[in-house]
């Protein structure tokens, strides 16, 4: 495989993408979606080979689900091309205009980035997810997944291939790099000249190793140490509904609990009831000394415990005096993801939306909410935990520049 071809090869076609009409994006996003259910049995195949190694490599359990398709998720992801299509399109929408004293009437009008490279690890979901975002706001797309999830991977693309054939549109227009070794993701990375942006989604080594040694412009999609707070006045039957799905709904998912963080006045009352509805699930808790006193069989915590992203049935916990305590405490040890506080007292809910620091901030509601589709983007092509250009889950807007467009009518500069 020669990469700097398939690089170059992308870049050739990305201004064509962008002469694309709403219209027949849309038509070519339904007939993926269609083309999606009617290749399941394929698709499954392609994703059975996959599980088997996995498998065979003893692969966690939260790593397996990520990996693991099946018809519904399958459906889900058709779901989520359709969604993308039912969507307003991004491209060319005119974000605000002005005039100038000297006559000038300028626009500011949003484009596609271009060509965007895609790294991610065992999720073939996100194959459909970034093509339909990137092909509905005119970008190229490039993916290079993980080698656990490449035959899946490899079948997904070859369907929606196939649909962009049919369609008279450029299959570069999707394309996955089939080598996996670590030298070409190395080299992928310094392709500069023909890749506008790069996305990583995966693990916290993968985002770190991308960060430090691209020379593409990277938006960093964090890890999700994500924190639930419990205040002195929290509705207790609500908090433990609520940790209960955030742990436990999907533990290998970056939005999922891995930490509590409890008012030492309710720890008492919440507790032993948490902990019964945790054992449905075999958690395991690892918790400080007040939690280890209340519950004797839980694990003493350690400071690596508080900062960890466990993707397992794993929970660590600790009891503050104060929501400035609690604060204080998931500032420290957060990913800028998700944090959510359980409470009654609206000067609470309305101090920690203000004073955490997180792509997303819930009052009195479960972290898995931060999702694209459940934030009805359609789907996500990640959870940006940084500050510039991107923050949460990215959807089409996400995935769009801008440019100024100037209407003069003979003005030249003094």
């Known amino acids: 495989m020669n990469l700097e071809l398939l690089c170059k090869n992308a870049a050739a076609i990305k201004y064509e993408m962008q002469t694309l009409s709403t219209e027949k994006k849309n038509q070519v996003l339904e007939q993926g979606a269609q083309a999606l259910v009617n290749c399941q049995e394929e698709i499954l195949k392609a994703n059975e080979l996959d599980m088997q190694k996995a498998v065979e490599k003893g692969m966690p359990q939260g790593l397996q689900d990520r990996l693991r398709l099946t018809v519904s998720r399958i459906e889900a992801m058709a779901e989520g091309l359709l969604q993308i299509a039912n969507l307003p399109d991004p491209v060319g929408e005119i974000i605000e205009t002005f005039d100038r004293p000297n006559g000038l009437h300028i626009e500011k009008c949003r484009v596609p980035i271009g060509v965007i490279g895609i790294i991610y690890e065992a999720r073939p979901n996100v194959t459909a997810d970034a093509f339909g975002l990137c092909f509905k706001t005119g970008n190229v797309v490039i993916l290079k997944g993980g080698s656990d999830a490449f035959y899946s991977n490899q079948k997904i693309v070859e369907v929606l291939r196939r ?22 993701v190395a080299a992928f990375m310094k392709m500069h000249r023909y890749v506008n942006l790069l996305i990583p989604r995966g693990g916290a080594g993968l985002i770190r190793s991308v960060v430090e040694n ?7 999609t964090g890890t999700g140490n994500c924190h639930i707070y419990v205040d002195a006045e929290a509705d207790l039957d609500m908090a433990i509904s609520i940790i209960f799905n955030a742990k436990t709904q999907r533990i290998g998912v970056c939005n999922a609990c891995e930490s509590l963080v409890i008012h030492e006045k309710i720890k008492d009352a ?11 699930k075999q958690v395991e808790i690892r ?36 929501i400035e305590e609690a604060i204080a405490h998931i500032n420290r040890y957060n990913t800028g993801h998700s944090e959510a506080i359980i409470t009654k007292d609206k000067a609470h809910a309305e101090q920690f939306l203000r004073e955490v620091d997180a792509a997303c901030v819930y009052v009195n509601a479960s972290t898995r ?28 807007r ?15 500069r003094a």
């Open 398 to 412: 996400e995935l769009t520049s801008y440019k100024y467009q100037i209407y003069g009518n003979g003005q030249v």
């Open 369 to 396: 909410f931060t999702d694209g589709f459940e934030f009805g983007f359609g789907a996500e092509i990640g959870i940006s935990t940084q500050m510039l250009h991107a923050r949460g889950p990215m959807g089409l």
């Open 214 to 220: 691209s020379t593409i412009p990277v938006i960093e």
């Open 163 to 184: 649909v962009l054939g049919e369609n008279g549109i450029s299959v570069d227009a999707l394309t996955m790099i089939e080598d996996t070794s670590r030298e070409t």
């Open 270 to 280: 919440l507790l032993p009831k948490l902990a019964e509805k945790l054992r449905e």
């Open 287 to 322: 918790g400080d000394e007040q939690v280890c006193e209340i519950l004797p069989e839980s694990v003493p915590a350690t400071e690596e415990d508080y900062g960890k992203e466990y993707l397992d049935y794993i929970l660590s916990m600790k009891t503050v005096g104060s």
